[in-house]
């Protein structure tokens, strides 16, 4: 997949930037407000080991990854796993797997955090 298109359209009255993937418009958070929900539901990922259910391409992943000591990010999509992979940022410590939920196996205690983000 690599790069994702981007358009701009009017949502909620104003101009904003929205990504489309094969499934369904992504609209992309200039305010950052889906990451500060997510830090403000999760804490600080400082020095957490993380478990992401349903990674996607990676779009929230890059949000916390660099707060986080490790993080594996799986899903079931091998092509949205190599997507992810091939847009990582180097210096981020994240694991990429194409495995879904079921099928995924660590033991106890192995993570801190766990996050689903439109994965249900």
């Not at 889906?34 to 600080?44: N, R, S």
């Not at 478990?51 to 660099?66: K, P, S």
């Not at 847009?87 to 196996?105: C, D, Q, S």
Request: charged share 30%.
């Amino acid at each position: 997949m690599g790069v994702v298109p981007t358009h701009f359209c009017k949502l909620g009255g104003r101009l904003q930037k929205v990504s489309y993937n094969r499934r369904m418009p992504v609209r992309i958070d200039p305010e950052d407000a889906e990451t500060k929900a997510l830090l403000d539901f999760a804490g600080d990922f400082a020095g957490r080991l993380v478990l992401e259910i349903g990674c996607g391409d990676g779009r929230l992943t890059w949000r916390y990854a660099e707060r986080a000591a490790r993080v594996v990010a799986i899903d079931s999509d091998a092509d949205e796993i190599k997507s992810a992979e091939e847009n990582r940022p180097p210096h981020l410590r994240v694991e990429f797997k194409a495995v879904g939920l079921e099928a995924y196996h660590a033991p106890p205690g192995t993570f801190d955090t766990a996050i689903l983000s439109w994965s249900l």
